[in-house]
């Protein structure tokens, strides 16, 4: 009877240290570590204002659940790479910029398109409906590429800045190089007679010095980041010439090994950090002004007339944009329409 009795609670420990190993391995495998690829350096605001306020917020609402590898300034890939990262599996989450892989998202330089939108935070608001599983640029890019937006980050509209050459008429952008984000940038710099020069961020401020570029088409707020403001003396401060957006997409791979509860949390970390971005962006725009012109760089209004003949001159953009898409069996004039309504809502 002792025997069975032994036998028994030697049974039961087993048994309990085993379920305890179960419940430990649970609790173990319920942690999860994502490795974020970014090409943008801490320094900037999109980063420290938008991709690591949606890290933290991710980790706040999982109760240190989910944590994140973050691998800013390119240490993984360049701007161009980050989608073949997120596909290949070298990273759960990459910031992608569409504008630098043109061939993979063409539609998504609608929110690219000079004058389209005012405030970064009217921009983000409807292109995160566009992105969004059911919008039109996630059903006709984003989930062909295996990739599931979680943050927008529009920069706000971009303006003219020049080294040497003071802007004071719309004639004098004739024959300027200015370096641009590529997509719809280059039809506006060729609207506005300027010839348009692509190029990496961190090659711009050698260019500039050098002499081969005149100028670019850069958000403010992203001058002092870039550290562009030694090779600058002049900004366009009334004349809007596009935009940018960066967004940090998860792979499909990542996105469906995680739990319906896991995915909530990472969506809603998503729309946390798009507003708080987006309004960082709208309420610094004047205080970067005022910056900029303390430090040096001369804004040169341009004279109302010379701005409304050159945004009279957007609608054409707009429409050949889309009509180029349409011939190339892409839906632009589409995509242009659905964004232009998710602006009006």
């Given at each position: 009877?002792?025997?069975?009795?032994?036998?028994?609670?030697?049974?039961?420990?087993?048994?309990?240290?085993?379920?305890?190993?179960?419940?430990?391995?649970?609790?173990?495998?319920?942690?999860?570590?994502?490795?974020?690829?970014?090409?943008?350096?801490?320094?900037?605001?999109?980063?420290?204002?938008?991709?690591?306020?949606?890290?933290?917020?991710?980790?706040?609402?999982?109760?240190?659940?989910?944590?994140?590898?973050?691998?800013?300034?390119?240490?993984?890939?360049?701007?161009?790479?980050?989608?073949?990262?997120?596909?290949?599996?070298?990273?759960?989450?990459?910031?992608?910029?569409?504008?630098?892989?043109?061939?993979?998202?063409?539609?998504?330089?609608?929110?690219?398109?000079?004058?389209?939108?005012?405030?970064?935070?009217?921009?983000?608001?409807?292109?995160?409906?566009?992105?969004?599983?059911?919008?039109?640029?996630?059903?006709?890019?984003?989930?062909?590429?295996?990739?599931?937006?979680?943050?927008?980050?529009?920069?706000?509209?971009?303006?003219?800045?020049?080294?040497?050459?003071?802007?004071?008429?719309?004639?004098?952008?004739?024959?300027?190089?200015?370096?641009?984000?590529?997509?719809?940038?280059?039809?506006?710099?060729?609207?506005?007679?300027?010839?348009?020069?692509?190029?990496?961020?961190?090659?711009?401020?050698?260019?500039?010095?050098?002499?081969?570029?005149?100028?670019?088409?850069?958000?403010?707020?992203?001058?002092?980041?870039?550290?562009?403001?030694?090779?600058?003396?002049?900004?366009?401060?009334?004349?809007?010439?596009?935009?940018?957006?960066?967004?940090?997409?998860?792979?499909?791979?990542?996105?469906?090994?995680?739990?319906?509860?896991?995915?909530?949390?990472?969506?809603?970390?998503?729309?946390?950090?798009?507003?708080?971005?987006?309004?960082?962006?709208?309420?610094?725009?004047?205080?970067?002004?005022?910056?900029?012109?303390?430090?040096?760089?001369?804004?040169?209004?341009?004279?109302?007339?010379?701005?409304?003949?050159?945004?009279?001159?957007y609608t054409k953009i707009y429409k050949d944009w889309a009509t180029s898409l349409d011939?190339?069996?892409?839906?632009?004039?589409?995509?242009?329409?659905?964004?232009?309504?998710?602006?009006?809502?």
């Open positions: 009877m002792r025997s069975f009795i032994k036998k028994g609670c030697v049974c039961l420990a087993v048994a309990l240290l085993a379920a305890l190993a179960l419940v430990g391995g649970a609790q173990a495998k319920d942690k999860i570590t994502l490795k974020v690829a970014d090409w943008m350096p801490l320094s900037h605001y999109t980063v420290s204002q938008g991709g690591l306020v949606f890290m933290k917020k991710a980790t706040e609402l999982s109760k240190g659940r989910i944590q994140f590898k973050h691998f800013p300034a390119g240490q993984l890939g360049k701007g161009k790479d980050m989608l073949q990262l997120a596909q290949r599996g070298v990273a759960e989450i990459v910031n992608i910029a569409p504008a630098y892989i043109t061939d993979k998202f063409p539609l998504t330089g609608v929110i690219e398109l000079p004058g389209i939108y005012e405030g970064s935070c009217n921009g983000a608001r409807a292109f995160a409906q566009l992105v969004a599983p059911g919008g039109i640029l996630y059903e006709q890019e984003y989930k062909p590429n295996g990739v599931r937006v979680l943050f927008v980050g529009p920069l706000g509209a971009y303006r003219v800045l020049t080294a040497d050459r003071e802007v004071k008429r719309a004639k004098d952008f004739k024959g300027l190089k200015l370096r641009t984000a590529g997509g719809p940038m280059d039809i506006t710099a060729k609207t506005i007679g300027a010839v348009s020069v692509r190029m990496s961020g961190p090659e711009v401020l050698p260019s500039l010095t050098r002499g081969t570029l005149d100028g670019v088409f850069w958000p403010l707020q992203s001058v002092k980041p870039w550290g562009l403001q030694s090779g600058l003396k002049y900004m366009t401060p009334n004349l809007g010439v596009g935009s940018f957006v960066i967004l940090y997409a998860i792979s499909d791979k990542a996105w469906k090994k995680l739990s319906p509860e896991d995915q909530k949390i990472l969506t809603e970390a998503g729309k946390y950090a798009t507003k708080w971005h987006c309004e960082y962006v709208d309420t610094h725009e004047v205080k970067t002004i005022k910056w900029l012109e303390d430090y040096g760089i001369k804004p040169v209004p341009l004279p109302q007339k010379d701005v409304d003949m050159i945004t009279d001159k011939k190339r069996g892409r839906p632009g004039t589409e995509a242009l329409k659905a964004f232009q309504s998710a602006l009006s809502k």
